[in-house]
Nanobody, 115 residues
């Protein structure tokens, strides 16, 4: 599965962005899709995930109440009330095992939040 993340950009603190993750040639049916991010000089961290069939979501504590992961033909990450510390390259990933072991990764999309 080839994944394509898009929607990144530059936004002021307090603003919003919506990222999308598309799978080439197929739907996400049967997959768990997650968003991760990696800030400069830091390790990659989990942001949110959703089970395509059923809609179960999980969020990192740092984004709860601000970010929403949802599906609508593809997978989106709605990011509200953005903070400078949200600045990172955001990646989407997919798991077909059902065990949150992400085997497929897309290229990242850069989100920059200015203060």
């Amino acid at each position: 599965v080839q994944l394509q993340a898009s929607g990144g950009g530059l936004v002021q603190a307090g603003g919003s962005l919506r990222l999308s993750c598309a799978a080439s040639g197929r739907t996400f049916s049967g997959y768990i899709v997650g968003w991760f991010r990696q800030a400069p000089g830091k390790e990659r961290e989990f942001v949110a995930s959703i089970v395509w069939n059923g809609g179960t979501t999980v969020y990192a504590d740092s984004v709860k109440g601000r970010f929403t992961i949802f599906t609508k033909s593809t997978v989106y990450l709605q990011m509200n009330s953005l903070k400078p510390e949200d600045t990172a390259v955001y990646f989407c990933a997919a798991d077909d095992s059902g065990n949150y072991k992400y085997k497929y990764w897309g290229q990242g999309t850069l989100v920059t939040v200015s203060s």
